[in-house]
């Protein structure tokens, strides 16, 4: 929210599971960088664990964020780690995110239940390690289901331009596929 705020167009965010696979917004696999998870491991029934993938989300939803970045102590903030779903819901018509460290391949039915669980359809991009022949199809399966699709984004050429991207939907596979085989 504060990123959208500050007038972010694209966001790159990292996805994790937890144990229950939920999937959350969570930069590491662990949790003393970013959660008060130091004050309340281990106390009312929660794992000792620093590992994210150690805790369901209920738990995970009794820790607090901290305010800051990285390593550094820092104040705790009243927010909780964000699901997928709630990522979605904020960033619909006003932002976009690439979706990183999941591999989109195995774990599109998840990202695709939560697409359709939001109704929120052009928020995230298709981006890293998908290959363009399921990048088609996905989109087409979208297309004729909805009526929407998710923007692309190809780390392996580049983002391309911004007017390239946000052409309508229905120009969107045609250029794809003209970008794809090297035309610019």
């Given amino acids: 929210i504060s990123s959208i705020c500050m007038g972010a167009d694209i966001m790159e965010l990292d996805f994790r599971y937890t144990k229950d696979k939920k999937i959350v917004l969570m930069h590491y696999d ?3 960088q970013s959660t008060d998870w130091e004050f309340k491991k281990g106390k009312n029934g929660l794992p000792e664990s620093d590992y994210l993938a150690d805790w369901t989300y209920e738990q995970l939803s009794q820790l607090r964020l901290k305010a800051g970045r990285k390593f550094r102590q820092t104040a705790i903030t009243e ?3 964000p699901t997928l779903e709630e990522v979605l819901q ?3 018509g006003r932002a976009f995110f690439i979706i990183d460290k999941m591999n989109p391949v195995e774990e599109w039915p998840y990202i695709y239940d939560c697409i359709c669980k939001t109704r929120c359809y052009e928020a995230f991009a298709f981006a890293y390690k998908i290959p363009e022949e399921m990048v088609i199809t996905l989109q ?3 297309l004729e289901k909805f009526g929407k699709t998710g923007p692309y984004f190809y780390l ?3 983002a391309g331009s911004l007017e390239r991207e946000l052409i309508s939907p229905t120009h969107r596979l045609a250029v794809f ?3 794809s085989q090297g035309k610019d």
């Fill in 177 to 179: 596929d003209e970008f």
């Fill in 30 to 32: 662990t949790l003393h």
């Fill in 79 to 81: 927010y909780i780690v």
């Fill in 90 to 92: 904020v960033c619909e």
């Fill in 140 to 142: 087409k399966e979208m």
């Fill in 156 to 158: 392996r050429k580049h």
